[in-house]
């Protein structure tokens, strides 16, 4: 039996993932963080994730499920790690993933070594990921939910001290054993947006906290097409909400395909100039703990639910990644994930293309 710290979101997933785990017969206690450093700026409504509503769920949950209940104040952390790093890397015309960067740098660090120095042995979360003995990380049973790409960044420290139960689970057998246990958040929606970003205008939370830094929008031959307010709201591949001046030539759609903060420029073009060969990524996590001793053929991930490429990586301090196909919108800032089969071996943050 383990002592664990259950994470509990006050959403379906992690609810049942605390249950499962009490029912295997570890003494499990259950948290809630407290992301927010004022409570008047959480989101409203029952989400998932974050909000007042959240909070309050994940506490019946917990008396539903006899676990004793406290919350953790993170929300120091959680300032300094994702909201400020996230509005650096827009700063910067780089395209962050905050909850990425939560799971990394909140999750599985900061509550990790809490429960660590306070005793427990591990951690309990909802992700939809497998574990197996080494531990090696692996792609969920349930496709559709599948969450290894949001864990790659993960060391194999960390891994060894995580517990996944729904990994071998669809998600509808999930709310359906959530029901039968008479939890009220069974039929719960998802959380899909940023927590600390209220209202879903992530240009307009930008504007407010960076201010308005006019600029111009070019095509790819210099001419301005457009002006803007800030470089930090536009990323590479956008089509939407570029607001140009004139149409193409050829009349067919313009994406960004550079954003130059320094200049205060923005550049668009059409989707074939998007093409993307070779990716060099910095900072890689190899969730094995060391890095491949020679080149490896594996598939590659640049989002949550992105379709797996074919690839050639090879290992160093900058991980190169040649894909046997072109690939598009891909921009610096985004994590890349690295899979032989099912399972993640490392993962890396893209810093240029090419």
Not at 177 to 193: I, T, Y
Not at 268 to 291: D, F, S
Request: aromatic share 6%; charged share 25%; with cysteine.
């Amino acid at each position: 039996m383990a002592r664990l710290v259950a994470a509990l979101s006050g959403g379906v997933d992690s609810a049942v993932a605390a249950a499962r785990l009490r029912d295997a017969g570890h003494d499990v206690t259950a948290i809630h963080l407290a992301l927010s450093r004022n409570p008047a700026t959480y989101r409203s409504g029952a989400r998932g994730c974050c909000s007042l509503e959240d909070a309050n769920d994940a506490r019946r949950v917990a008396d539903v499920l006899g676990l004793p209940f406290y919350v953790w104040d993170l929300s120091e952390q959680f300032h300094r790690d994702v909201v400020t790093d996230f509005l650096a890397e827009y700063t910067a015309g780089r395209t962050p993933n905050p909850c990425l960067r939560c799971n990394e740098k909140i999750k599985f660090a900061a509550v990790l070594d809490r429960a660590l120095a306070l005793g427990f042995d591990g951690v309990v979360t909802g992700h939809y990921a497998r574990l197996r003995p080494g531990p090696e990380l692996h792609r969920a049973l349930d496709p559709a939910k599948d969450q290894s790409y949001v864990l790659a960044g993960l060391t194999r420290a960390q891994l060894e001290r995580s517990h996944f139960p729904l990994g071998e689970s669809l998600k509808a057998d999930v709310r359906a054993e959530a029901a039968e246990r008479g939890l009220r958040v069974a039929g719960k929606p998802d959380s899909v947006d940023i927590c600390f970003i209220p209202d879903g205008d992530t240009p307009g939370w930008l504007h407010d906290k960076l201010g308005f830094r006019p600029g111009v929008i070019e095509d790819e031959a210099g001419d301005v097409v457009g002006r803007h307010q800030g470089t930090f709201t536009f990323t590479v591949g956008q089509r939407r909400g570029l607001h140009l001046g004139r149409p193409a030539a050829d009349g067919r759609p313009r994406y960004v395909l550079r954003v130059d903060p320094a200049l205060g420029k923005v550049t668009v073009g059409p989707r074939e100039h998007l093409k993307v060969r070779r990716i060099a990524a910095v900072r890689p996590v190899w969730t094995g703990g060391t890095a491949p001793a020679v080149a490896l053929d594996v598939t590659v991930q640049f989002r949550a639910h992105g379709e797996p490429l074919p690839a050639r990586l090879t290992p160093g301090d900058s991980v190169t990644v040649e894909l046997a196909e072109p690939a598009f919108g891909v921009a610096p800032g985004q994590m890349i994930a690295f899979y032989v089969g099912t399972q993640v071996v490392g993962s890396g943050t893209i810093d240029r293309t090419e």
